[in-house]
């Protein structure tokens, strides 16, 4: 079973920042916190990941609370090739498997 | 390869007829993981390779399926009588390693099986 909350749907205007949450209460400590996003009619395309400290990369930034217990993935300027179902999951480093969940549905807004 | 391949791009078969569908991960990377995605769904596991050890075949749905990998090349995942709830895109991946390192997954661009 997915182990994250994440709202089915968000919009966001064109050129700005997109903020996705994600809830992952029941995380452990040897659990990192990935992001995918899948866009329409493709495979799903790896973000970033983190496991306490706040990253950033050329795609987006992912904060990660204090407790763990929940995050945000920014997309700095959303464009309209944004467009997508972004996954939050959790994951263990003893663990391969990623197992989704619904994810969020964003919608980039010209 | 660059990325990850995966053929046939689409298939349509008959209900009850056997398919076969091919991935072909990125070079040197040991983990391989098949994905089923029916339409407006989200993503399934079905199995999992690493490497030379056993596969996690946890996610497979029914005898009907398997999945081979020789080594860290090729994999192919076979559905024998398909039937039509067997529609979906069927998602490859592959990563650096499993487990320890923490890296993320490249997917390919799946293969549309429809049954007829």
């Known amino acids: 079973d997915a182990k994250t909350t994440q709202p089915p749907s968000m919009d966001c205007a064109e050129g700005r920042a997109a903020n996705l949450p994600c809830n992952h209460s029941?995380?452990?400590?040897?659990?990192?916190v990935y992001w995918y996003r899948q866009i329409h009619s493709q495979g799903p395309q790896y973000i970033i990941h983190?496991?306490?400290n706040n990253e950033t990369n050329e795609m987006a930034s992912l904060i990660i609370t204090e407790d763990r217990k929940s995050s945000t993935l920014i997309l700095p300027h959303a464009t309209l090739r944004d467009t997508a179902v972004y996954y939050c999951?959790?994951?263990?480093?003893?663990?391969?498997?990623?197992?989704f969940g619904k994810g969020t549905r964003l919608h980039i807004l010209p | 390869g660059a990325g990850v391949s995966q053929s046939p791009s689409n298939k349509v078969t008959e209900k009850g007829k056997d398919v076969e569908l091919r991935c072909d991960p990125i070079?040197?990377?040991?983990?391989l993981y098949w994905y089923r995605q029916r339409l407006g769904q989200g993503l399934e596991f079905l199995i999992y390779?690493?490497?030379?050890?056993?596969?996690?075949k946890s996610g497979l749905p029914s005898d009907r399926f398997s999945a081979e990998r020789t080594g860290e090349s090729v994999s192919t995942l076979t559905i024998q009588r398909t039937q039509q709830e067997d529609s979906a895109v069927y998602l490859c991946?592959?990563?650096?390693?499993?487990?320890?390192?923490?890296?993320?997954?490249?997917f390919g661009s799946g293969t549309r099986l429809t049954v007829v």
């Open positions: 991946a592959s990563s650096l390693a499993g487990g320890r390192a923490n890296y993320g997954y490249t």
């Open positions: 029941t995380i452990s400590g040897n659990e990192y």
């Open positions: 983190g496991l306490k």
């Open positions: 999951i959790v994951r263990p480093t003893g663990d391969d498997k990623i197992i």
């Open positions: 070079s040197g990377h040991t983990a």
């Open positions: 390779f690493q490497g030379n050890s056993a596969p996690d």
